[in-house]
């Protein structure tokens, strides 16, 4: 590009190891250098892999364990280079019971080390969810959703709950809006999902 060049890299893996279960493993590699003035690089690398459970059987139940280490640097800012690594655990579950019920959870645990400008810092979060989906009709469904976030050794403590709507516009293709009455942010733990209040 004009103002950089980057370079992203992935390799993916999933194998079968019987009806129920699958390994899963993969590798993001990503580089952006800046070019001209602003010079510095933000360089990411995310190793991760999982065991996945699908009740073939009954299809009421399953399960997703995972671990993941991410590193990155970042010496875009001048005279500022920032290193940071994390390393994550999670294990997430689902299962309906009967329908139209629908129960979740989820439980997530990260370890950061952060090394900028000759200053170290170490912290660690725990993230517990839940979530109960009721399918109110074969379109639409209600799910209230509750978590807590857990720090510094369970000192710090953040809690969140919400409700969400969701519509099946055609099949595979489902529509979702929610509200979280409280809540929190949470960028590593949180998955893609929305933490904050609002």
Known sequence: GFSSDSILATVAAASKLNR???LLGRNTYSVIKNKGQSTGEIEQDRLQAGLAYRDTETERLNALGRVEHRGESDSTQQGITLKRTVDLISIHASWQPRRPFTFGGRFAAKWTD?????LASRSNAQLISGRATWDVTPRWDVSLVASGLLSRGTKSRQYGLGLEVGYMLIEN???SAGYNIFGYREEDLASGEYTNKG
């Open 20 to 22: 129920d279960w699958t």
């Open 114 to 118: 952060e090394k900028s400008n000759g």
């Open 173 to 175: 293709l489902w529509v």
